[in-house]
């Protein structure tokens, strides 16, 4: 196939999958209204629909043979993600307003998940082992948000309707083409071109395939909704690195031999750091701590591609 058809299904799979997304976020919205979830148990599913592209394309490579590639793709994206829905959003609308509890509480879980993947890569911890360490700090971190803020109006406990949840199926299997055909070009057409997988999977696939939540983040900053903006970052975070290293490295092995990524994880440590120190004794984040994860997350570009 010619660079030019191959880049022609690249950007395809690349519509179909952030598409089939967006079709799913909404059906997680409407299916959580209809069930009456709580909201932050309704955000953290709205996430994970939005995180699918990301996820998809990482298990694609990753299946494909391209480990690297799969790997790069969650840690790139989750790199990606403080830049851009944290520090962008907080430069174009100012500042992010929130609760420090809001920050400690989220912000910590994606800080210790992102702690137990690195040890699956400095110390080889056994896969198993590094799932268990993360369902130990998310399975509570969920209960948390699935407890209702507020009983149902006079102690009603009707149900709503299942029939969203027909359109589960069909976007998924949609991102999952799209993201597959994705990488089955974009593998090719990196090496026809002569890109590193350090920058196909950490800077290519994953700033493209976390568009979706940088322009809601965008938006919702916009609309002064601080606590929205920083739960759906480090829900993100979180939810890529369960779904896209921690459960597939049962299968697939641990990730201590990928090439790069100790280096990488090093800089999300950093990074997811900074974001709440900058971030805790204000209970903001200004256009200067915007910058500064803008300019960290320059930084990690200038080492990958040099």
Partial sequence: MSSGLALLAFLLGLGLSLAASEVLVRTLGRLGHELRLSAGLLGLLVALGADSPEISSALAA????????????????????????????????????FRRMLLALDGGVALLATLIVALLVAVRLAPFLGLALMLIVTVPYVFVLARPVQPPPNGSQARGSWRPALWLLPAIGAIVAGSSLMVAMALPLGDRWHVSRAVLGTVVLAALTSLPNAYAAVRLALRQNGPAVVSEAFNSNTLNLVAGISVPALFLGGIGAVPGAGRELGWLLAMTLAAIVLGFPREELGRPSGLVLIVIYAAFLAVVMR
Avoid: T, Y
């Avoid at 969650?74 to 944290?86: K, P």
């Fill in 62 to 97: 990753s299946l494909s043979g391209a480990r690297d590639v799969g790997v790069g793709v969650i840690i790139g994206s989750n790199l990606f993600n403080l830049a851009a829905l944290l520090g962008l959003s907080a430069l174009i609308a100012g500042r992010l307003r």
